[in-house]
């Protein structure tokens, strides 16, 4: 995938000026910290966490063990062929080509992951299949025409966790984008650029392509979570996570009133919207891609999420890294004029944050990040991104 080459080619001197935003740009950034996290003792953590049936957390859903897999595989310190990758996409496939009719868990989420995981362990075309099959599945979920969804309809494009219970929001609709983009789908494939007329709605920007009350409320070019309601109704939460699913809608009710009917941007989902825009083919030049650079600017941070805290801080740094990688701005000018080597700053808070057996965890579990599998994953995707 040439994202980070194609989206640098619509660059010239004006592209520049655009995205420095006037600023000098080149001016020597910060020295990081000597600090480096121990990606040997996280894979370590990680094999000696691997259940008998060769997943991870498997009680939970399939979808953390394709990003533990996934995770692995892109330190390029565990090959494809290795015992444990082996057994794990074993356990996977069952999920991914089920042959019973039995449902998946979060099955847009486990598929976009596994997608990416069977894609980086298939250089032999072993798994060509399962590739196949699975970005079938994820063109089938997306909500459209199929679903009786047209184009003025804000869910359009979309998808959500795929359980039958769930509207569509930024985060799946990015790992879908990611997945079928890594997988060899190319930037103006149908359901890429339906998936984007979503993802322009999720933007607190007012313009062409985003028509949802909310757009001007804000304003600030950042992305929020899903262009409907940030919590599925009474009752359709799911698996437990009701009274999750209630805070969420206490608190978004209150963000509204605060904002005039306006919903607060995070930076997991101005990064995860950013990189999207790239990955379904928007230039430097179109309005919405300088608005999430703008945005991400003004809020550059490797200490917190934006607009959320230490909530969903390891998913943050993932998609920090894939859409900065993907931007190519290194080092990074942030609003104030100062310059960042990212690279280094995030894995210098990476490793303060790193515990003695290796592993990642949040202390905030509202994202299910408490499970040092899932933080210690979107850590080792955060500092393979490239």
Same mark, same amino acid.
């Given at each position: 995938?040439?994202?980070?080459?194609?989206?640098?080619?619509?660059?010239?001197?004006?592209?520049?000026?655009?995205?420095?935003? #006037?600023?000098?740009?080149?001016?020597?950034?910060?020295? %990081?910290?000597?600090?480096?996290?121990?990606?040997?003792?996280?894979?370590?953590?990680?094999?000696?966490?691997? &259940? %008998?049936? #060769?997943?991870? /957390?498997?009680? =939970?859903?399939?979808?953390?063990?394709?990003?533990?897999?996934?995770?692995?595989?892109?330190?390029?310190?565990?090959?494809?062929?290795?015992?444990?990758?082996?057994?794990?996409?074993?356990?996977?496939?069952?999920?991914?080509? %089920?042959?019973?009719?039995?449902?998946?868990?979060?099955?847009?989420?486990?598929?976009?992951?596994?997608?990416?995981?069977?894609?980086?362990?298939?250089?032999?075309?072993?798994?060509?299949?399962?590739?196949?099959?699975?970005?079938?599945?994820?063109?089938?979920?997306?909500?459209?025409?199929?679903?009786?969804?047209? =184009?003025?309809?804000?869910?359009?494009?979309?998808?959500?966790?795929?359980?039958?219970?769930?509207?569509?929001?930024?985060?799946?609709?990015?790992?879908?984008?990611?997945?079928?983009?890594?997988?060899?789908?190319?930037?103006?494939?149908?359901?890429?650029?339906?998936?984007?007329?979503?993802?322009?709605?999720?933007?607190?920007?007012?313009?062409?392509?985003?028509?949802?009350?909310?757009?001007?409320?804000?304003?600030?070019? #950042?992305?929020?979570?899903?262009?409907? &309601?940030?919590?599925?109704?009474?009752? =359709?939460?799911?698996?437990?996570?009701?009274?999750?699913?209630?805070?969420?809608?206490?608190?978004?009710?209150?963000?509204?009133?605060?904002?005039?009917?306006?919903?607060? /941007?995070?930076?997991?989902?101005?990064?995860?919207?950013?990189?999207?825009?790239?990955?379904?083919?928007?230039?430097?030049?179109?309005? =919405?891609?300088?608005?999430?650079?703008?945005?991400?600017?003004?809020?550059?941070?490797?200490?917190?999420?934006?607009?959320?805290?230490?909530?969903?801080?390891?998913?943050?740094?993932?998609?920090?890294?894939?859409?900065?990688?993907?931007?190519?701005?290194?080092?990074?000018?942030?609003?104030?004029?100062?310059?960042?080597?990212?690279?280094?700053?995030?894995?210098?808070?990476?490793?303060?944050?790193? &515990?003695?057996?290796?592993?990642?965890?949040?202390?905030?579990?509202?994202?299910?990040?408490?499970?040092?599998?899932?933080?210690?994953?979107?850590?080792?995707?955060?500092?393979?991104?490239?």
């Amino acid at each position: 995938m040439s994202t980070r080459r194609d989206f640098l080619g619509g660059l010239g001197a004006a592209g520049l000026v655009g995205l420095y935003g #006037g600023r000098a740009f080149g001016q020597e950034a910060p020295k %990081p910290a000597a600090a480096t996290p121990d990606v040997a003792k996280a894979i370590a953590f990680l094999r000696s966490r691997q &259940e %008998p049936a #060769g997943s991870w /957390s498997g009680q =939970r859903e399939p979808g953390i063990t394709a990003l533990v897999v996934a995770g692995l595989l892109r330190s390029k310190r565990v090959g494809p062929d290795d015992p444990a990758i082996v057994k794990a996409l074993g356990f996977l496939e069952g999920y991914l080509l %089920p042959k019973d009719g039995k449902k998946v868990p979060h099955s847009v989420y486990a598929t976009s992951v596994g997608l990416m995981a069977f894609h980086e362990a298939n250089a032999s075309g072993k798994y060509d299949a399962v590739v196949k099959e699975a970005q079938g599945f994820l063109r089938n979920a997306q909500y459209d025409e199929g679903e009786g969804k047209g =184009r003025d309809d804000p869910q359009y494009g979309g998808l959500g966790y795929g359980d039958g219970r769930s509207r569509p929001d930024m985060s799946n609709t990015s790992f879908m984008i990611e997945a079928l983009r890594d997988s060899g789908v190319p930037a103006d494939d149908p359901a890429l650029q339906k998936a984007l007329i979503f993802v322009s709605r999720c933007q607190n920007l007012k313009s062409e392509f985003n028509d949802q009350p909310f757009a001007d409320k804000v304003n600030d070019g #950042g992305f929020i979570y899903t262009s409907g &309601e940030v919590a599925p109704p009474p009752g =359709r939460a799911g698996r437990g996570r009701e009274a999750e699913a209630e805070k969420a809608r206490v608190e978004a009710k209150a963000e509204r009133e605060e904002l005039n009917g306006g919903i607060r /941007s995070s930076g997991s989902m101005t990064y995860s919207g950013f990189k999207s825009m790239i990955y379904a083919g928007l230039k430097p030049d179109d309005q =919405r891609v300088k608005a999430a650079i703008g945005y991400i600017r003004k809020n550059y941070t490797v200490d917190e999420n934006p607009g959320q805290g230490k909530r969903g801080l390891y998913y943050y740094y993932m998609v920090f890294a894939r859409a900065m990688a993907a931007l190519g701005e290194d080092p990074f000018v942030a609003a104030d004029g100062k310059s960042h080597d990212w690279k280094a700053e995030l894995a210098a808070a990476l490793a303060a944050r790193q &515990e003695p057996s290796g592993a990642w965890a949040n202390a905030d579990d509202r994202f299910m990040e408490g499970d040092p599998a899932i933080a210690t994953s979107f850590a080792l995707l955060a500092l393979a991104a490239k």
